[in-house]
């Protein structure tokens, strides 16, 4: 059973609308959260990362933690059709082994 | 921004057979990471590796050996390739626990 569960599996937005995507950890040990976007036939690449609880913003972009329920979201407002993408959470512990594990993704398409 | 190489970057082999998938880095990042990715699975954790002749287990190892030969290359190495090891290999490098994860371009490895 996947230990990072993201929702939903794909989601589909006009141009211009919000997209809300969802992560939640089933290990109580995880601290770290982090928000990787995967463009079609390239590489992940980081797109934010939060820690602590609270939200944090970067221009169009809004990731939201709560360490208690072990969830994250990130929210994208005004989207753009480059914004269409594999979008993967990721989470780590602050102890023990330092890999991170990888939900199997939201699929974003934005429409024109 | 980190750098990192891999190669080939397409492979197609036949069942028993032997492949080496090769990462190296530029810059001096202490970890360096093996994936796969599958539909439906997101990112999966091979092998890691946090130094020269170090290496540690993954979430999905049987089938696979790596090696880290020195602080910037390490290999993964399929002796008796299976038709489920075809998939999409990615290599990453991360420094400290809270550091990102920088991603290379990726293997596409086919086992007929």
């Known amino acids: 059973q996947q230990k990072v569960q993201q929702s939903p599996e794909s989601l589909i937005v006009p141009e211009g609308g919000m997209a809300s995507l969802n992560c939640t950890s089933s290990?109580?040990?995880?601290?770290y959260f982090w928000w990787y976007r995967q463009h079609s036939g390239k590489s992940p690449k980081m797109l934010m990362?939060?820690?602590?609880?609270g939200e944090k913003e970067e221009g169009r972009f809004t990731v939201h933690l709560n360490k208690a329920s072990l969830h994250t979201s990130l929210h994208i407002r005004d989207s753009q059709p480059s914004d269409s993408a594999l979008y993967l959470c990721?989470?780590?512990?602050?102890?023990?082994?330092?890999?991170?594990?990888f939900g199997s993704g939201t699929q974003l398409t934005v429409m024109p | 921004e980190a750098a990192v190489t891999q190669s080939p970057r397409n492979k197609v082999t036949v069942t028993g057979g032997n492949v080496t998938l090769s990462c190296r880095q530029t810059n001096s990042h202490n970890y360096m990471y093996w994936y796969r990715q599958d539909t439906g699975h997101g990112l999966r954790l091979i092998h890691y590796s946090y130094g020269a002749g170090n290496l540690q287990i993954g979430d999905v190892p049987d089938g696979y050996k790596a090696t880290r030969t020195t602080q910037e290359d390490f290999f993964l190495l399929l002796e008796l390739a299976s038709p489920s090891q075809t998939s999409l290999y990615f290599c990453a490098i991360g420094g400290a626990r809270q550091d990102t994860q920088y991603f290379g371009p990726g293997t596409r490895l086919l086992v007929l």
């Open positions: 290990d109580r040990n995880v601290d």
């Open positions: 990362s939060i820690f602590s609880n």
């Open positions: 990721a989470a780590s512990k602050a102890s023990g082994s330092w890999q991170l594990i």
